[in-house]
Each structure stands twice: as structure tokens, then as C-alpha cells.
T-cell receptor
Framework: NAGVMQNPRHLVRRRGQEARLRCSPM?????VYWYRQLPEEGLKFMVY????????ESGMPKERFSAEFPKEGPSILRIQQVVRGDSAAYFC????????????FGPGTRLLVL | RKEVEQDPGPFNVPEGATVAFNCTYS??????FFWYRQDCRKEPKLLMS???SGNEDGRFTAQLNRASQYISLLIRDSKLSDSATYLC??????????????FGQGTILTVHP
């Protein structure tokens, strides 16, 4: 059973470009969470999605950031008009149900904005 | 004030030492607590859950004191492979916050020969 998959693992963008980060949850998991880890800081919750629904986006910046988890395909975290402060590691986690104990993390996408 | 605060560290200990990490949380509504381990440039991995009755997994012992909102992790007989960043985590259960993990900033442990 493959774990949580994220791609790309590394992404370089210039200021003003768009970044699209993908997350494929573990098989059978319908709950996806995105976290961001800024350099030298702890992980911060961004958004929690179930299939086709955003459940909690309290950690998402109000502008430029959006997330989706369509019926088919991976979850996408989209950052428009990236700025240098968006450089961070973005981790996706999945769980089969609403249960904190069983959140499994993907390897992360490291975004570098030049 | 941060919701989850940990010992600043870093901790540098010799192999075989016993080391203890402390953590406090400010949200009294937090329901579940965990210790995660994160290796350099890797994803966090669940080390163990933390229960009020205390729980042990091999060389690792975790304790939770809800009254003082305090969590601890004890590592006995440290191994070189224990070197990592240890993350104290609280879960904000209830309402629409189910599933949201709140992480401390982490404590770096280095075990040397």
C-alpha cells in the first residue's frame, strides 16, 4: 500500500509565478490536510479537505492561496503570484476518517521562490 | 503566546543517556496529544500518542497532565539513531477543527558517541 504521495518534491518559481502542489492520499483515505513549515519554524495547519469539500481553511492566507480535493484525482494546493515569503516545505497528510491519531504525512514539497 | 510550547533545546547527549523533553499547551479544549519525530528535511512521523495514564513504548515514555496542561517525553538509553527533532503536537477537536494538528516548534536532539 503506497503511502501519501506528493509532487513535485522540489519546485522553484520566480516571484509572480504560480505554484501548484499535488497530494495523493493513501488508498482509502478521504481526508486531506495541508501544513506549511517555514524555515526554522514548526509546522502550521493550513487547510482540511474531504472529497469535494473544504472543511476548515482557518490556516490559509486570505489571498493567493487556494486548495481543492476533487472527486477524482489528487488534492491541489495552488499559490498564485508567489513571493519570497512563500518559500517553505508544504506537507500533506491524509487519514481514513476524522481521527488525529491516524494522519499520515507525505514527503513534502519544498518550494523555493527566487 | 504560542498554543504549544516546547523546551528550546538543542539537547546534546552521549549514547546511553536519559533525556526528557517538556511541552505545555494553552488551549484547554485540546483533546489529543502526540509526539512526532522529524528527521532533517523529512516529513514528521508519529512517535507515540500521549495519554493521561501515561504510556510507554520500549525506551520511550510519554506523560500528560491535563490539570497543568503539560506533556513530557522521556527517552532512556539514547541511541545515535534517536537524533532528530521532536515535535509536541496537540489536536484541537470539536466543531470544524477536527483533524487539525497544532505543532510545537520542535526540540533538536543530537546523540553523540
Amino acid at each position: 500500500n503506497a503511502g501519501v504521495m506528493q509532487n513535485p518534491r522540489h519546485l522553484v518559481r520566480r516571484r509572480g509565478q504560480e505554484a501548484r502542489l499535488r497530494c495523493s492520499p493513501m488508498k482509502g483515505h478521504s481526508h486531506v490536510y495541508w501544513y506549511r513549515q517555514l524555515p526554522e519554524e514548526g509546522l502550521k495547519f493550513m487547510v482540511y479537505l474531504q472529497k469535494e469539500n473544504i472543511i476548515d481553511e482557518s490556516g490559509m492566507p486570505k489571498e493567493r492561496f487556494s486548495a481543492e480535493f476533487p472527486k477524482e484525482g489528487p488534492s491541489i494546493l495552488r499559490i498564485q503570484q508567489v513571493v519570497r515569503g512563500d518559500s517553505a516545505a508544504y506537507f500533506c497528510a491524509s487519514s481514513p476518517r476524522i481521527s488525529e491519531e491516524t494522519q499520515y504525512f507525505g514527503p513534502g514539497t519544498r518550494l523555493l521562490v527566487l | 503566546r504560542k498554543e504549544v510550547e516546547q523546551d528550546p533545546g538543542p539537547f546534546n547527549v552521549p549514547e546511553g543517556a536519559t533525556v526528557a523533553f517538556n511541552c505545555t499547551y494553552s488551549n484547554s479544549a485540546s483533546q489529543s496529544f502526540f509526539w512526532y519525530r522529524q528527521d532533517c528535511r523529512k516529513e514528521p512521523k508519529l512517535l507515540m500518542s500521549v495519554y493521561s495514564s501515561g504510556n510507554e513504548d520500549g525506551r520511550f515514555t510519554a506523560q500528560l497532565n491535563r490539570a497543568s496542561q503539560y506533556i513530557s517525553l522521556l527517552i532512556r538509553d539514547s541511541k545515535l539513531s534517536d537524533s532528530a527533532t521532536y515535535l509536541c503536537v496537540a489536536s484541537n477537536a470539536g466543531g470544524t477543527s477536527y483533524g487539525k494538528l497544532t505543532f510545537g516548534q520542535g526540540t533538536i536532539l543530537t546523540v553523540h558517541p
